[in-house]
């Protein structure tokens, strides 16, 4: 229509439309047009405007599109049409008439691009468009190129990745706001601004006058078609109106892409605000016009917006022109509409009424402001109005993309990112209400991310428009809408909200596009200083911030299992990330200097005051309430960061920015009942919580959260740790990992809080976590290092699992490097000296209560107590370690304690130096147990020490004990002392705290009724931590007195401490280290080591045990033994499984090489004895109960892959480079087949060839045997068991049931011995012509089988069965290949050519040669013998005719040589010397009775080896030249009469070329020189190596042959050898030939009739047939036999250059883009993965090309993944990925889209397991694909 159009403008001939009012109104349109042009052009042009302005009126009118749509009924306008569609056809060819100006429209497009001074690419894509991001350019984080502009520019070494967009985006090439120019295309480099010539006034014109009013145009339809009904129109809707405007929005789209001029056009347009004004509130008269105002104020209104001149009627007054877009002064109603939100908001909400009651919070920023931001629109030009329509219809793609090409020219930019701005609000309230809110999301960020990138246009509407406060003010607005209040801590009075994040607006992440352009904007530098100095800003974001606090609270199930597992938590966590810390790094980013103090001081003090506020809110005083956990605390983890910050990069003063003690204890208590709730999670005691729990607590330390939350937490309690008074941090620990009660020295102990099976884990949890606390130098100091760090690794893993691995590692590490042989334990590591801010935690590791836990635990772990691990005594010592490590330089040896007696702990420790309390021996310790404890029963000496850590009630007991002594240890509550301290220093800071007095806390914890019945005990101790270390030296090593100081040999050890020796081993070493240690920090120590050592320890004698005790001791006792045993089963039979499948799966060992492990004492036992894997009876295979080999039958086209080029074949990546199957094997040997059916009988033919090359098929063994009735009952019991996996029962698939292996079907195993070892023991003295005579007889004889074919017996249904199997292996055009189908010819051919296929493979995957002899792996699980026999039974069901047997052509002499050739209208048989002779071999071996003579074997070879060895003669006097063929012509006959002449090459050669020459078989050449003839002159060497390279591959397929049935070893030997080993191996050679002279192949030789003779009579066949068809007769001579070893395709080294090439490549199928593209590895076939388009009798592409291209297996490299898929049949998995990043890593789906390289390894197991048909084997995740891929 368009171009009709376009042609009649210029005047072309023009045919009626039938659509067009008058066949002339073209020519009319044109005339028109052209003469409006020239009024319009006249200085005084008011009648041409006003005449112009009737005609739009006209062509244009509003009314016709919708009253279509409406009712389809008839306008009647200026040029109505016939259908709906034709008026706006009209309007349209009207425009682009008038915008031309009456001359061609395509020509005015021209002529306008001609003036495109853009330098900008703005190349505006969609969602799925593939893009790059380049990091060293871009200046804004958000920089993307589209691929023209990527490759044109140069970007390598740059940190660059590809992207697949997810929202859609613009070029960003050529703005320098957004990325350095460096980083430009060759394109956008140039400014072209400078050569452009001015646009010439009068060729836009009529663009001028036009476009207004067609923009208008287009406003008044979406007016007309929005409708607002009561519920939210419904989509159907609005997509019908935008169908209908289609074509004027794609018109306009057209427009924007004439270039730059047209732009600015546009740009004055859409921003004049006088030409809306006069459009949009002109004729009042015109009714039309007047309903399409109403009804845009309706849409106004119901969008909760006001128009600010709401309170006069709809009588339209002129909008006085406001100087701000937020006219807040001239907005009365405020307050009003504010009650009228809300309640709209509450309906929002009537869906979720049980989600609690909402409860609003009241901004504390101006809310008169903050509504007119919410509530108040005010459109002043065509732009804000469109955009307006365009929210309204939830952004329609073409309408996004319109306003996106616009943004090139920059005046627009700036006026539509205004327009943007002020409408951001309205955009969030769409959103909200939007069904579609992932499409809306992604269109909304697509344009939003164009505007906000670029740092000066985002400063600038900062500035003017106020952008933060919007931001910030539509995000609290929007989470308001689902606010819950907070169930932490104290449930009833807490006045705390969070969102709620089972709401759809979290759960579907609709806040992420609002979101991300606060992320995006807050990464300008400029914007983001505003933001920290604002205050209020600050203190609304805090607020906002706030209601993520405490979301998504778990309470710990206690007695039932949770009924619904709500998944909640993945909307938590997705919340804090995007919403609250992407912000804070952002944030961040921009407070690294020393100059940004102030900014961080403001962020800490207003997160402070919002922290107070919430710990009010929550009513929290000092404890947590129980059994609660939230994973969620964005303000403390604000507060850290920005600390962190303070001290590493601003040089703040630590202490200034923090709050008094009694904040800092508040502080901690969250983060630190997270880490022990983290402990609970992995101890099974949330069990009850379902698997989420265990989600949120992977999450918590997950990579990509890790940063965000445990890291900041982790460094809070660092700060806290170091202020804090370190008794009360430790105690408190402790109390929060409930494992008080657990460290006392009574050997017995009652926990109020925990139950007895979690103690163990807590307790390692609580060390752990301190060992963290006081290692981890993430925030601290100097961080990352080259070493293994278990720290670390604790801290990053998810799964426990994965620190063993590491460990496993570090463990295969020091062994292989020779530096530890045991089992090492996790490294200590040196840790970097602290941060001077940060000294104060050190302080933990030297307060008394650590020691006290140390002691205790040293103590129990010595006494065997029970709830000890070997983790225990690893944190333990560790701790020691890092508190010797970190002690205090200046105190004394002999400190005394600071604050006199009061401030000891009784008597304890004397002070808190690690380094001196670790000698101070304690004598006695009283404590508490319960009273069935065997401590009881002592007296106490006089003098006592006492102590028991964590009895609860102790702290009432009133101290009686006399102190004077100085032996004794009180009692010591932990519990009590951090109460305490608590206590203390809330006095301290605040006087009327003191009224704080709390009984409730503390009877949480003991409540009346769990109180045990405690009594008190005193235990002789006399221990000090040095005496107990080398205690534990003497256990752990086994020995007493094992421990011998080492500096007494070695003074140089204390003088040079850190010996490598000491720094990787198992506890003992750690010990020897920390005691080394201790005694280089102090003399004292020192020698209180020695005298230790003098004593000799007596051993520690076992304690009185009462029977009550014993009892529960007992019972503890056996269940650890019971546990031991299972552990102890557990392993032998995992080692028994691992010997098996060592002996089983044994790949090297030469011995054994027969198929079966044959339990044989004697050799001359000939029954083979098989051992069934179901039943486990041994015996041998009989016919009733046959025996059979677990097998896995596959069709295989790996054959047809040989190529008898060297040269790879590459993957294309051009158009180019194409990949020409016509040099593969199977396609050479169907060339073949079909030239011999063409000219010769085609039962004969089928004889003369093997196929199976493609589709042949393979069978392979993993070599264990079961019974067929087994078998069968197995097969039964998997069909009814309905788990299974990856397998089909139906279609006889199983695995086998002793290694698992994949198998589908059951090889027989013939009765008898499995060797034929007795057969050929006897030295053959017959004569070549007796043996060539019995093997004639033999093959004449009908079924000579002992299993005599008529009596139906097991064992011949099964050999039928599996016949039929194999049969159905392959597709039916892989077996049949006869002109007759159906034919018995087709049938045998099949059966041969499977034999043939197995050997052949066998030969590919033992290199394509017999060099390396042995019975090498395949040998192993061969089952070629089995498979002999099956393939034996059936071909001699088939009786060759036996007039054309080959046998006698081979062997006699024919009388009459032309009654051979068969009649003219018959067609001959195929010469012999056109056969296949392997084939031959096969055919003439399974024709023979079974089992088969050795002697007879060889003399088949020997006759079929004079034929070869023809066969190559006459091959290799076609490829010559003629010359040469005369000189050996001429050479031969001179020698024939000697001697030897029939074993002379030179003679047979020229015998052969004289027989050959008399057809025309070398005729044809002369003119074109034969494309086989090889230029080289052929020397008596050449000759030799052609000779022998033509009879290989005959000889490798025999001698494996050989080797399989009469169990030869094969020699092994060098490649030259070959040939002579070969030959001797199978009795060719008569002795083993003298080395001396060079060997000669005609050596070989064996002629059973005359050699010239039966020559004469070969060639005589040839000769007739030449005579017709000499050219090929020829081709039919050459056998290509040099077949290479089969390839997969050679990949590029970069991943990109095939993605490049294929992922816009279309398809040649369907000639569409692919929406997944694949390439098929083996022939570089290009496919649609799952694509419909492509589909043929419901398979897809893939699955159809893997039938065809690899008999069922395909193997596709998927382009949008990376990644390899295996096909196998109706399977299929995915392999994984050959291209790795620099880090050695895949990148699934592309979505880093790092640089991506070719790993050669992995290619090559690729390609291994291609060859090996091992993919069933080695890849276990097997899926079916129901022909769907």
């Known amino acids: 229509m368009a171009a009709a159009a376009a042609a009649a403008a210029v005047g072309g001939p023009q045919q009626s439309q039938p659509e067009l009012p008058a066949p002339g109104l073209a020519l009319d349109k044109a005339a028109t047009a052209a003469h409006l042009k020239a009024a319009l052009s006249r200085p005084d042009n008011r009648a041409g405007a006003e005449e112009l302005q009737a005609l739009l009126e006209r062509v244009l009118s509003a009314e016709r599109p919708l009253a279509a749509a409406a009712g389809g009924e008839e306008a009647a306008a200026a040029g109505g049409g016939g259908g709906p569609g034709a008026a706006e056809e009209e309007a349209l060819e009207w425009c682009k008439c008038l915008l031309a100006g009456g001359g061609g429209y395509d020509e005015f497009c021209a002529a306008v691009r001609a003036y495109d001074p853009a330098a900008l690419c703005g190349l505006v ?209 405020a307050t009003g509409t504010l009650g009228q939100v809300d309640s709209s908001d509450e309906e929002d909400q009537d869906g979720n009424q049980g989600l609690g009651k909402r409860k609003r919070v009241k901004l504390s920023s101006g809310t008169k402001a903050d509504q007119s931001i919410m509530d108040v629109l005010k459109h002043k030009s065509f732009l804000e109005e469109l955009l307006f329509w365009t ?361 109020t809080v925990l139950d007895a099976e979690h103690e163990r884990s807590m307790l390692e949890g609580a060390l752990t976590f301190l060992v963290i606390l006081l290692s981890l130098r993430l925030h601290l100091a100097e961080v990352w290092d080259q070493e293994f760090d278990p720290v670390m690794v604790i801290l990053r893993t998810v799964y426990r699992r994965d620190v063993q691995s590491a460990m496993d590692r570090y463990t295969a590490f020091l062994k292989q490097s020779g530096k530890f042989p045991g089992n090492p334990w996790p490294p200590y590591k040196k840790r970097t000296s602290l941060h001077p801010s940060y000294k104060g935690l050190m302080r933990l590791l030297h307060c008394k209560t650590l020691h006290i836990v140390l002691f205790t635990l040293l103590y129990k772990i010595l006494m065997d107590h029970q709830n000890l691990s070997e983790h225990v005594l690893c944190m333990v010592l560790y701790l020691i370690e890092l508190g010797l490590e970190n002690s205090a330089e200046d105190e004394s040896d002999e400190e005394t304690s600071v604050g006199g007696p009061e401030r000891c702990h009784d008597s304890w420790f004397p002070g808190s130096n690690l380094v001196s309390n670790m000698r101070h021996f304690i004598n006695y310790v009283r404590v508490r147990v ?128 850190e010996i490598p020796k000491y720094s990787h081993g198992d506890g003992i070493t750690a010990v020897e280290r920390i005691l080394l240690k201790a005694a280089l920090q102090s003399r004292m120590n020192k020698r209180i080591i020695e005298e230790i050592c003098r004593k000799v320890t007596p051993p520690v004698p076992p304690k009185k045990i009462t029977a009550a005790e014993k009892k529960t001791l007992d019972k503890e006792e056996r269940r650890q033994k019971a546990r031991e045993r299972q552990q102890k089963l557990l392993a032998e039979f995992a080692s028994r499984q691992k010997s098996f499948m060592e002996t089983a799966m044994d790949v090297d060992s030469p011995e054994n090489d027969i198929p079966m492990e044959i339990t044989t004492a004697e050799p001359q036992v000939s029954e083979a004895v098989y051992d069934c894997v179901i039943c486990g009876q041994s015996g041998p295979s009989s016919e009733d109960r046959p025996t059979g080999l677990v097998v896995l039958l596959q069709a295989s086209s790996v054959l047809g892959q040989c190529r ?128 060539i005579k019995e093997v004639e007889e033999l093959q004449g004889r009908p079924g000579a089988f002992p299993v005599s074919i008529s009596s139906e017996t097991n064992l011949s249904k099964e050999m039928e069965s599996v016949m039929k199997d194999i049969k159905n292996t392959t597709q039916k055009k892989y077996r049949d290949y006869s002109k007759t189908p159906g034919s018995p010819d087709n049938d045998f051919l099949f059966m041969y050519s499977v034999a043939r296929t197995n050997l052949e493979l066998e030969l590919i995957h033992r290199g394509g040669n017999l060099c390396s002899g042995g019975a090498s792996t395949a040998g192993k699980r061969s089952c070629l013998n089995q498979l002999f026999h099956v393939l034996a039974l059936h071909m001699r069901l088939y009786s060759i005719d036996s007039e054309y047997n080959p046998w006698k052509k081979l062997t006699q002499l024919v009388e009459d040589m032309n009654s051979q050739l068969g009649n003219e209208e018959q067609q001959p048989e195929v010469p012999i010397l056109y056969h296949d002779v392997t084939s031959l071999l096969l055919i003439q071996i399974l024709m023979m009775p079974q089992p088969l003579h050795k002697e007879h074997f060889t003399c088949i070879v020997k006759v079929l080896f004079t034929l070869l060895y023809t066969q190559a003669l006459a091959a290799l006097s076609v490829k010559c030249s003629e010359e040469d063929r005369s000189a050996w012509k001429h050479m031969g006959t001179l020698k024939k009469n000697i001697c030897d002449a029939e074993k002379s090459y030179e003679v047979l050669l020229s015998f052969v070329i004289s027989e050959l020459s008399k057809g025309k078989l070398y005729h044809e050449e002369g003119s074109q020189e034969c494309s086989m003839i090889s230029p080289i002159a052929w020397s008596p060497e050449s000759m030799e190596k052609y000779l022998q390279e033509f009879c290989l591959p005959f000889l490798r397929i025999t001698s494996l042959l050989q080797h399989h049935l009469f169990g030869e070893d094969l020699p092994s030997c060098q490649e030259e050898e070959e040939f002579s080993v070969l030959s001797s191996c199978l009795g060719l050679l008569p002795t083993f030939y003298q080395t001396e002279h060079p060997f000669i192949s005609a050596s070989c030789l064996d002629w059973p009739v005359p050699a010239f003779d039966i020559i004469t009579q070969w060639c005589f066949e040839i000769k007739s047939f030449t005579e017709r068809h000499a050219e090929q007769g020829k081709a039919l001579l050459i056998q290509e036999s040099r077949w290479k070893l089969p390839h997969l395709l050679q990949l590029p080294e970069n991943y990109n250059t095939i993605f490049q090439y294929y992922h816009r490549k279309t398809c040649s199928v369907c000639t569409k883009v692919p929406k997944d593209p694949a390439v098929c590895l083996v022939c570089g076939t290009f496919v649609c993965l799952k694509g419909l388009c492509c589909k043929q009798q419901s398979y897809c592409e893939c699955v159809l090309h893997s039938q065809n291209c690899g008999a069922g297996t395909g193997i596709f490299l998927l382009i949008n993944a990376s990644v390899i898929i295996i096909i196998r049949g109706h399977r299929f998995c995915l392999w994984g990925s050959v291209y790795l990043d620099a880090h050695g890593e895949e990148d699934r789906d592309l979505r880093r889209g790092k640089p991506l390289y070719i790993c050669k390894e992995r290619y090559k197991v690729l390609e291994q397991q291609w060859i090996s048909h091992t993919f069933d084997h080695i890849n276990k995740r097997w899926g079916p694909h129901y022909n769907g891929l």
């Not at 295309?185 to 400014?191: D, L, N, T, W």
């Not at 579907?508 to 991300?516: I, Q, R």
């Not at 019991?1277 to 079907?1305: H, I, M, W, Y």
């Not at 009765?1311 to 070892?1317: I, L, Q």
């Open 391 to 751: 929210i309204k219809y939830e952004f329609p793609q073409k309408m996004v993309t319109f306003l996106l090409n616009m943004l090139p020219d920059q005046e627009y930019k700036v006026a539509f990112t205004k327009t943007f701005v002020q409408h951001y609000a309205f955009i969030m309230k769409t959103l909200k209400k939007s069904h579609e809110s992932d499409t809306m999301s992604n269109r909304i960020v697509h344009i939003s991310v164009q505007l906000f990138s670029n740092e000066e246009l985002a400063r600038q509407v900062t500035e003017e428009c106020q952008l933060l406060d919007i931001m910030v003010t539509v995000l609290l607005y929007m989470m308001e809408s689902c606010l819950i209040k907070s169930e932490l801590q104290d449930e009833e009075n807490s006045l705390h909200v969070v969102v709620n994040c089972g709401e759809a607006l979290l759960k579907n992440n609709t806040y992420w596009p609002l979101v991300s352009d606060f992320i995006n904007i807050l990464s300008h530098q400029s914007v983001a200083k505003r933001f920290l100095e604002d205050h209020g800003l600050l203190v609304t974001w805090m607020n906002f911030v706030s209601f993520f606090q405490g979301m998504n609270l778990n309470k710990r199930e206690l007695n039932e299992h949770v009924e619904f597992e709500s998944q909640t938590y993945y909307a938590a966590f997705a919340a804090e990330l995007e919403a609250c810390a992407q912000p804070m790094w952002g944030l961040l980013s921009h407070c690294k200097i020393r100059e940004t103090q102030e900014y961080t001081r403001n962020v800490v003090r207003y997160c402070l005051e919002a922290l107070q506020d919430w710990f009010d809110a929550i009513n929290f005083v000092d404890e947590p309430a129980p059994n609660q956990v939230t994973f969620h605390l964005p303000l403390h983890r604000y507060y850290a960061m920005f600390l962190s910050k303070a001290v590493k990069c601003q040089e703040l003063d630590l202490d200034s920015v923090l709050p008094d003690q009694e904040m800092l204890m508040k502080l901690m208590i969250h983060p630190l009942q997270i880490q022990a709730s983290l402990a609970e999670i992995h101890s099974n005691m949330w069990v009850r919580n379902g698997l989420q729990i265990k989600g949120q607590a992977m999450t918590y330390v997950q990579s990509h959260f890790c940063n965000s939350m445990i890291d900041p937490d982790i460094y809070l309690l660092q700060v806290c740790a170091s202020r804090l008074d370190p008794d009360y941090f430790i105690s408190s620990v402790f109390e929060r990992f409930k494992v008080v009660d657990l460290l006392t020295m009574a050997s017995q102990h009652q926990n």
């Open 930 to 1057: 319960p009273e069935t404890a065997p401590e009881v029963k002592r007296d106490s000496p006089a003098s006592t020490s006492s102590d028991s850590l964590g009895s609860l009630q102790s702290s009432r007991r009133p101290k009686v004990l006399q102190r004077e002594n100085s032996g004794t240890a009180q009692v010591f509550s932990l519990v009590a002392e951090r109460r305490k301290k608590f206590q203390e220093i809330i006095n301290r800071s605040s006087s009327e705290a003191n009224q704080v007095v709390r009984p409730k806390t503390s009877s949480k914890w003991s409540a009346p009724g769990s109180a045990p019945q405690l009594t008190t005990a005193i235990l002789e101790i006399k221990e000090s931590i040095l005496s107990l270390l080398i205690k534990l030296h003497h256990k752990l090593s086994g020995k007493q007195n094992s421990y011998y100081p080492p500096w007494l040999d070695d003074i140089e050890i204390l003088i040079q401490p």
């Open 1204 to 1331: 008898d080029n060297v040269e790879p074949k590459k993957l294309p990546i051009t158009e180019e480079e194409q990949i020409y199957p016509w040099d593969t094997c199977a396609a050479v040997h169907d060339v073949r087949l079909s030239l011999l059916q063409r000219y010769f009988k085609d039962s004969s033919c089928l004889l003369a060839v093997s196929i199976g090359w493609e589709g042949g098929v393979y069978v392979q063994t993993c070599g264990h045997t079961l019974h067929i009735d087994c078998h069968k009952s197995y097969m039964e019991s998997l069909r009814n068991d309905q788990v299974l996996q990856g397998f089909s029962v139906d279609k006889g698939e199983f695995t086998c049931p002793l290694c698992r292996q994949f198998a589908n079907s059951v090889l027989p195993c013939y009765p008898g011995s499995n060797v034929e070892n007795n057969l050929w023991q006897r030295p053959c003295n017959k004569s070549m012509q007796d043996l």
């Open 125 to 333: 894509w969609t969602a799925n468009f593939v893009a790059y991001r380049c990091r060293t350019c871009g200046i804004s984080p958000c920089m993307s190129l589209c691929a023209e502009c990527f490759h044109q520019g140069d970007h390598t070494g740059h940190d660059f990745n590809m992207f697949r967009s997810q929202a859609g985006g613009a070029c960003d090439c050529g703005d320098s706001n957004v990325m350095r120019e460096s980083g430009f295309c060759k394109r956008h480099q140039i400014k072209s601004s400078s050569n452009i010539p001015c646009v010439p006034k009068d060729l836009l014109m009529m663009s001028e006058f036009v476009l207004p009013r067609f923009i208008f145009c287009l406003i008044q339809y979406l007016r007309e078609g929005y409708n607002e009904p009561a519920d939210v129109p419904s989509e159907k809707d609005l997509n019908k109106v935008l169908q209908l405007l289609e074509p004027q929005i794609s018109f306009l789209e057209d427009l924007t892409k004439m270039g730059g001029a047209m732009r600015s056009v546009l740009t004055q347009v859409l921003t004049n605000q006088q030409n809306y004004k006069d459009l949009t509130s002109g004729p009042g008269e015109n009714a039309c016009a007047k309903k399409s105002h109403e009804k845009y104020l309706i849409a106004l209104k119901s969008s909760g917006l006001t128009y600010p001149e709401d309170k006069l009627v709809y009588g339209i007054q002129e909008p006085s022109a406001g100087p701000s877009t937020l006219a807040v002064q001239g907005f009365a109603g």
